[in-house]
């Protein structure tokens, strides 16, 4: 099996593929050409909008084509392991264009299937592919012949939809466009690493080939004896491969993945991300911004780069990686850190994660702390949390309460890390939908069906709990009565038309509003009758009153379902010490979880003089 150590790596300019004529077989392992119009199209567009926009920073120096896997077979001329259909279009468009009147360079194909017949039938039909592809192929009795007049005729299409892309789509393709050079060690098992390419064994993704790219021996020969200088590069080897290993596995635990990643990309290898962030800090340039395989062409450039040795250029490469990597350690396992960073990671508008590392060096602990919380005041820019409402502040009220989730956690007896992997992403990595609740219920939509149902039988169950505490004769009567409306509509659900369903709120309003401390309407949207649930949990509970909602949170709770501290400290009315019915959520209430939040996140708000 091929082994990284033994991999050459580098980036190539179709015209160098050109002016060295290199020769390509395609060996008869491999199926036939098959890329369709949608494939080649696709090529083109990408080529040529690099070609057209290459003067904007954003697009990078040159256009990257996936790796081609490739081993020498004798001089000048490569079995292509893996790559051949991107090779196979890439040689049709330089023939289609090419002019029969001038003689140019050009790299060739050749079909192992077809020297083994003693025949040169695919490789003289690309050389004229511009005459041969209006020829029916299929009476040719070869499918690839068909599919190589399939990318010709896209290409003539292509072209005739503006002409002046004859001219320029040469140019763009020798000038513009680079292939991943991936050659293997001669005697390799080639139809092994075939298969294992196509199996997903061996990923050619960019943290695979940076990884190939820094093991590979020849940046770690240092003219001593033979054997010793073996020893000494393996050893080499062995120490970046277990350290790799290690921040692979960490970076798998969600826990730590998502405090410092708040995308929703899915990675094969996470590693990734880390030589991502460091070739956005080389370059410049914001993460979304970065192509397929920029991240793997810049190590390759900073590499080759003649001003210092290939080993000290990787050992400077690693030594970035683990200092990216303990920083992510040390922000781990404090956990106000974590909190803090993860909270700034998803939802401060104003600092990169490149940016945070930055600061954490030039900063003493001390003043990267008071740093992280002014990051945190300018992600709400408030003086006053009073004023903050759900129809006005959505946004900043679902930040503040992330927030005050975030500080209960860090001041509790045992300081607690905030999951944000629970709170924030589903088991696939899709952003979990959160929503904001209102505590003491607001107007309820109409429910239906089995919605309907369950609401009927939540809410008689409420009235049958609370009924024992009422003292008072006419409330009791009320509650009777009520109790009863039930029993007749859990009996006939279809007897509870939109009205009806309005009026048994009111009522069940008008009991809870008889009891509590009542809230006045400005207060009805305002943060302090506001809290946190997934949106999924949030239209379960929010057509029902204060101690339905209460019921439901403490089971979804005690069933595993994630609920914030605070959500569950709300229902559980840890705010009110006061509290003596846990039946509804009333003025004071509202108050004292003001109070509470007042208290946590004073030291966040500006001064008056900032605001």
């Known amino acids: 099996m091929q082994t990284l150590e033994s991999v050459n790596l580098e980036n190539l300019k179709i015209s160098e593929l050109c002016q060295n004529e290199c020769v390509f077989s395609i060996p008869t392992y491999q199926r036939g050409y098959r890329w369709d119009e949608k494939n080649v199209y696709e090529l083109l567009e990408d080529i040529w909008e690099y070609h057209v926009n290459k003067r904007d920073e954003n697009y990078g120096e040159y256009y990257c084509l996936q790796p081609i896997v490739v081993m020498q077979s004798n001089d000048n001329c490569w079995e292509v392991v893996d790559g051949q259909q991107r090779l196979t279009t890439i040689f049709i468009i330089l023939k289609y264009l090419e002019n029969p009147r001038i003689k140019t360079k050009l790299f060739s194909i050749l079909f192992e299937r077809d020297t083994m017949a003693g025949n040169k039938m695919r490789e003289e039909y690309l050389l004229h592919i511009a005459d041969n592809m209006n020829l029916d192929a299929i009476k040719l009795d070869q499918l690839d012949f068909h599919y190589f007049n399939s990318t010709a005729k896209t290409v003539h299409e292509w072209i005739a939809e503006s002409p002046e892309k004859f001219s320029g789509l040469q140019d763009a393709i020798l000038s513009d466009v680079q292939i991943i050079w991936y050659e293997l060690e001669k005697g390799t098992r080639a139809k092994e690493v075939f298969r294992h390419i196509n199996d997903g064994k061996i990923d050619l993704t960019n943290s695979e080939l940076i990884k190939a790219l820094l093991l590979n021996s020849k940046h770690f020969k240092s003219g001593a004896d033979k054997h010793i200088e073996n020893e000494l590069i393996r050893m080499e080897q062995e120490r970046i491969a277990l350290l790799w290993d290690e921040i692979e596995i960490k970076l798998h635990d969600d826990n730590f993945w998502h405090f410092i990643y708040q995308g929703e990309r899915e990675y094969q290898t996470r590693i990734e991300y880390i030589f991502e962030l460091i070739y956005a800090e080389g370059e410049g340039v914001a993460l979304n911004k970065i192509g ?137 990595g899709k952003k979990v939908q959160w929503s904001l609740e209102h505590i003491h219920a607001q107007k309820s939509k109409v429910l239906k069906g089995e919605a309907l149902q369950i609401w009927l039988v939540s809410h008689k169950a409420s009235l049958e709990r609370r009924f024992p505490f009422e003292l008072d004769s006419q409330k009791q009567e009320e509650y009777r009565s009520l109790i009863e409306k039930f029993n007749i509509y859990l009996a006939t659900p279809t007897l509870v038309t939109d009205d009806v369903f309005e009026e048994l709120v009111t009522d069940l309003q008008y009991i809870a509003d008889n009891v509590a401390d009542n809230m006045d309407e400005n207060d009805m949207h305002s943060i302090k009758n506001l809290t946190l649930l997934q949106m999924g949990q949030n239209s379960a509970v929010n057509n029902s009153v204060f101690d339905v909602k209460r019921s439901m949170i403490i089971d979804m709770s005690q069933s595993g379902d994630y609920i914030p501290p605070c959500t569950l400290h709300v229902f559980l009315k840890f705010y009110n010490k006061n509290a003596t019915r846990f039946d509804f959520w009333g003025k004071e209430d509202g108050d004292a979880y003001m109070t509470a939040m007042n208290d946590l996140l004073s030291k966040y708000l500006l001064k008056v003089e900032e605001a």
């Open 292 to 428: 397929r395989y920029d991240t793997f062409s810049y190590f390759e450039r900073i590499i080759k780069d003649t001003s210092q040795s290939s080993k000290t250029s990787v050992t400077q490469i690693w030594d970035k990686v683990k200092q990216y990597y303990r920083t992510f350690e040390d922000w781990f396992y404090d956990v106000e850190l974590y909190n803090k960073i993860g909270y700034i990671v998803h939802f401060s508008d104003s600092s990169s994660v490149n940016t945070l590392v930055q600061k954490s060096f030039e900063l003493e602990k001390a003043l990267f702390r008071e740093y992280l919380n002014q990051l945190i005041t300018k992600s709400i820019n408030l003086s006053s949390l009073e004023s903050l409402s759900y129809e006005k502040n959505a946004r900043i009220v679902n930040r503040v309460l992330i927030l005050f989730n975030l500080e209960t956690l860090i001041n509790a007896t045992e300081p607690t890390r905030f999951p944000f992997s629970k709170v924030l992403y589903t088991h696939g």
